[in-house]
């Protein structure tokens, strides 16, 4: 693998693997890489959690992190991002990261550029890290995903978190079932749709989806308060969930749209793991990418894994 940009063509040994790895990892640590090596994040969009658990991950690797900033770059006067991301790797840089407003871009870039790339959210197309780190916090839950049921719930037309998970979780034997007002459905994604209520009874992952507000063409067809009553997670709902079943959302969140604000930090809450989960998660790519000695320690987990399975 030499890019990460995409959940779509991951095999389910590929994904259980990263898992895995990741869930090593977050329990006992990675030996830094020795050598000196640089990674660029290239970010075209606003982020917190991924930009900022990215720059942890790589120092806790030991990769030393280029300070690129768009607005204060060369990209101010005109520099394309081909011209952007060949310059980092002219000047030494190991590992490009790149999030950015249009969909399928980074892909495009991983395909004329040598090292290796890390999709960190292109447009409404993927945000494979993301999806990464929600398989990790569903794998610590429940040790499998052979027949568990997740709705992914909210905005699916503009989420690229709901594209790569629907992919992914697919591929690992989970049920997905999709919920969304009618304007926000995605015919593209080949999954039932079921009712917030359905979701509530049935699902033992339910998964919020940030309203993403930046992507749509004109302002909200619907009212935060009607949404919340309408399709988001009320706490009448939420006492409707099956005993066991979790609470997931990528966050950012919108408190008191996509879910009521005293339900995000809740029992039933894995918000805050996820975005811990994130780091390991992402130490888990650049080391699949990386390579070299700083995957000794997950390739022995990997392969007593293998052993202890036969
Ligand atoms: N979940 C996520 O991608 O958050 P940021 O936009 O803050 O990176």
Not at 102 to 113: A, F, G, P, T, Y
Not at 127 to 138: A, F, S
Request: proline fraction near 3%.
């Amino acid at each position: 693998m030499k890019d990460f940009v995409s959940m779509k063509n991951l095999s389910e040994h590929e994904l259980l693997q990263l898992i895995k790895t990741a869930d090593e990892i977050k329990e006992h640590g990675i030996e830094p890489f020795r050598e000196q090596l640089f990674a660029a994040n290239l970010f075209f969009e606003p982020s917190t959690r991924t930009k900022m658990s990215f720059i942890v991950a790589q120092r806790k690797l030991g990769i030393e992190v280029l300070d690129f900033a768009s607005d204060f770059s060369s990209v101010q006067k005109g520099e394309s991002i081909y011209d952007t991301a060949r310059t980092l790797e002219s000047l030494g840089a190991s590992l490009l990261v790149v999030r950015h407003p249009q969909d399928n871009i980074v892909k495009e870039l991983s395909d004329q550029i040598s090292i290796p790339v890390i999709n960190a959210g292109d447009g409404k197309g993927e945000h494979p890290t993301q999806c990464l780190l929600d398989l990790l916090t569903i794998y610590q839950e429940y040790k499998r995903f052979k027949g568990i049921k997740v709705a992914i719930v909210g905005d699916i037309k503009h989420s690229r978190v709901a594209r790569s998970n629907a992919y992914a979780l697919t591929t690992l034997g989970a049920e997905v079932y999709l919920s969304s007002m009618k304007e926000w459905q995605d015919p593209s994604l080949p999954f039932p749709y079921i009712s917030m209520d359905e979701a509530m009874e049935q699902c033992d992952v339910v998964m919020l989806l940030r309203i993403q507000h930046e992507r749509h063409d004109s302002r909200s067809v619907i009212m935060d308060t009607q949404y919340l009553q309408d399709y988001g997670l009320t706490k009448e709902r939420e006492r409707k969930m099956l005993k066991h079943a979790i609470i997931m959302h990528p966050a950012p969140v919108n408190r008191g749209v996509e879910i009521d604000n005293d339900l995000v930090e809740c029992g039933r809450s894995r918000i805050f793991k996820q975005m811990s989960n994130g780091v390991a998660a992402r130490m888990a790519v650049m080391s699949k990418l990386l390579g070299k000695e700083g995957l000794n320690h997950a390739n022995n987990f990997n392969q007593r894994d293998a052993v202890s399975s036969r």
